[in-house]
């Protein structure tokens, strides 16, 4: 099982953010991923979800800025969030419902 | 949204010490717990599944209890490769919702 995130690194500020989690070893038909950020030094907030059915929650901190979804032919779930400020500046994990991680990939909003 | 007060933030034991870290919750969470391990640059490792149930590889040294409200995660007797910050993470009821965390270092 491996999960990995890719994007941009770097995100000017009011852009949308888009981050890929290419994920091996399993069926995203089987699996729920989650999404979860952490912020250089703070703690970890889970941003969302998206179930094995194809359905989604997320968390509400983030209102309607964040969307989740996948393309299970390519094994690979996708999360959109727009509006980004500098607060929005972490490293974005995805997750096999807490097993198995992915590296992570650094997001740095900044002009 | 339910909190998750994590305690102490952070604290420095002796190798071989036993250490507990507390996670209460603010709503019944049942047994809807995970516990896990971060070091420095790396992912979040899951230790403790569904409060009292160890992860597949994770010493017999750690353990997880439960008291009502409070949600514990005991190291046994620490050794020098438990340095890290530990998080709780109830899973009961969206928001998922984390704690703190709790920096563990060596006195």
């Known amino acids: 099982v491996q999960l990995k995130e890719s994007g941009p690194g770097l995100v000017q500020p009011s852009q949308t953010l888009s981050l890929t989690c290419t994920v091996s070893?399993?069926?995203?038909?089987?699996?729920?991923v989650h999404w979860v950020r952490q912020p250089p030094g703070k703690g970890l907030e889970w941003m969302g979800v998206?179930?094995?059915?194809?359905?989604?929650e997320n968390n509400s901190a983030l209102r309607s800025r964040l969307s989740i979804s996948r393309d299970t032919s390519k094994s690979q779930v996708f999360l959109k969030m727009n509006s980004l400020q500098t607060e929005d500046t972490a490293i974005y994990y995805c997750t096999r419902y807490f097993d198995f991680w992915g590296p992570g990939t650094m997001v740095t909003v900044s002009s | 949204d339910i909190q998750m007060t994590q305690s102490p933030s952070s604290m420095s034991a002796s190798l071989g010490d036993r250490v507990t870290i507390t996670c209460q919750s603010s709503?019944?969470?049942?047994?809807?717990l995970i516990w896990f391990q971060q070091k420095p640059g790396k992912s979040p490792r899951p230790m403790i599944y569904?409060?009292?149930n160890l992860a597949s590889g994770v010493p017999s040294r750690f353990s997880g209890s439960r008291s009502g409200s409070d949600y514990s995660l005991t190291i046994g007797s620490l050794e020098s490769e438990d340095m890290a910050v530990y998080h709780c993470?109830?899973?009961?009821?969206?928001?998922?919702?984390f704690g703190a965390g709790t920096k563990l270092e060596l006195k």
């Open positions: 709503q019944d969470i049942g047994n809807n």
């Open positions: 070893g399993f069926s995203l038909t089987d699996y729920s």
């Open positions: 993470l109830q899973y009961k009821q969206y928001p998922y919702t």
């Open positions: 569904y409060a009292p």
């Open positions: 998206i179930w094995s059915v194809g359905s989604t």
